[in-house]
């Protein structure tokens, strides 16, 4: 049973576009959120994170919006190009070592 | 250059025969972890280790050993290999407690037959 409902599975958006991708989450206790994007051939690498305090964090074209009473989160990426094709991967951690990951939203950014 | 380290990159098994996926690490992390990964699951943690010499079970540990004899390796070894055990296996470390920090490595694609 995962603790991370990530959707879509899959996206096709259009250079310049933007692609969002949404998480949900039960466990109250969780306090860091992470997204992780993973190129074919290679390991997830981080790529933007979020403590519950804040509602929005912005890095580049990359924003995380959280909700904290919907216990929902979500990844929007702007101005989406080519080299954005990639797989998305949220993830929640508690005060401790793990991280629970969503089940990945492969983003396809046609040129 | 500093980062995760694993081998082999690709491994096809026979059911029944046992192997061991190595990872390293060079950043001096206490903790490592091993996820594997399958199509719509996203990653699922195998096993931790906070420290040379702790370890602990993860979500899906079942038909997976690990042990910490140093800081920098944390082997995963599959005792008798299932089918079912053909995915694409992940060792991470992190340099502190909360989910930060973590690094991968590039991962093992394994195939039980």
């Known amino acids: 049973q995962q603790q991370v409902k990530q959707s879509p599975q899959s996206l096709i958006v259009q250079k310049g576009g933007i692609s969002i991708i949404n998480c949900a989450y039960e466990?109250?206790?969780?306090?860091?959120f992470p997204w992780y994007q993973q190129f074919p051939g290679k390991g997830p690498a981080l790529l933007i994170a979020?403590?519950?305090?804040?509602s929005e964090k912005k890095e580049g074209r990359f924003t995380i919006s959280f909700n904290k009473s919907a216990k929902q989160f979500s990844l929007h990426i702007m101005d989406s190009q080519p080299g954005d094709s990639a797989t998305y991967f949220c993830?929640?951690?508690?005060?401790?070592?793990?991280?629970?990951f969503g089940a990945g939203t492969t983003v396809t950014v046609r040129a | 250059n500093a980062g995760v380290t694993q081998t082999p990159k690709f491994q096809v098994l026979k059911t029944g025969q046992s192997m061991t996926l190595q990872c390293a690490q060079d950043?001096?992390?206490?903790?490592m972890s091993w996820y594997r990964q399958d199509p719509g699951m996203g990653l699922r943690l195998i096993h931790y280790?906070?420290?040379?010499?702790?370890?602990d079970q993860g979500e899906v540990p079942n038909g997976y050993n690990v042990s910490r004899s140093t800081t920098e390796d944390f082997p995963l070894r599959l005792l008798s290999a299932a089918p079912s055990q053909t995915s694409v296996y992940f060792c991470?470390?992190?340099?502190?407690?909360?989910?930060?920090?973590?690094?991968f490595g590039s991962g093992t694609r394994l195939t039980v037959v």
């Open positions: 280790s906070v420290g040379a010499g702790i370890t």
């Open positions: 991470a470390s992190s340099y502190r407690q909360g989910g930060y920090g973590y690094t």
């Open positions: 466990n109250t206790a969780f306090d860091y």
């Open positions: 979020i403590r519950p305090d804040v």
């Open positions: 950043m001096n992390h206490e903790y």
């Open positions: 993830a929640a951690s508690r005060n401790d070592y793990k991280l629970s």
